[in-house]
Nanobody, 126 residues
Framework: QVHLVESGGGLVQAGGSLRLSCAASGNIFSINAMSWYRQGPGKQRELVAHIGADGSIPFGSTWYSDSVKGRFTISRDNAKNTVYLQMNSLKPEDTGVYYC???????????????WGQGTQVTVSS
């Protein structure tokens, strides 16, 4: 069993900042890529930021959607099996439920599986 638990969401005024965390626990051998997605009201879930595994080239490569580039920063702490999303200069359109995703191997020989957190609400008021 693997669990992803997000925290750090809340209500913030436009221009403010929030830091989301997502901790993975359970039967974990290794974690490959980790990502943050969000789903705004009446919208489909979209990829916001992605960070590669330690072995990726370049090391810990990152990707951001155009809508958050320059404002959000994704990072990971492998010792804690945790991924973070630092969100600055927040806008009302950033409002939504934020989900973390991780690609995890539970044993050395296992095929990596996809795991999702339960989501954390971020509301940005104008």
């Amino acid at each position: 069993q693997v669990h992803l638990v997000e925290s750090g969401g809340g209500l913030v005024q436009a221009g403010g900042s929030l830091r989301l965390s997502c901790a993975a626990s359970g039967n974990i051998f290794s974690i490959n890529a980790m990502s943050w997605y969000r789903q705004g009201p009446g919208k489909q879930r979209e990829l916001v930021a992605h960070i590669g595994a330690d072995g990726s080239i370049p090391f810990g490569s990152t990707w951001y959607s155009d809508s958050v580039k320059g404002r959000f920063t994704i990072s990971r702490d492998n010792a804690k099996n945790t991924v973070y999303l630092q969100m600055n200069s927040l806008k009302p359109e950033d409002t939504g439920v934020y989900y973390c995703y991780a690609n995890i191997k539970t044993t050395p020989w296992a095929i990596p599986g996809s795991y999702w957190g339960q989501g954390t609400q971020v509301t940005v008021s104008s």
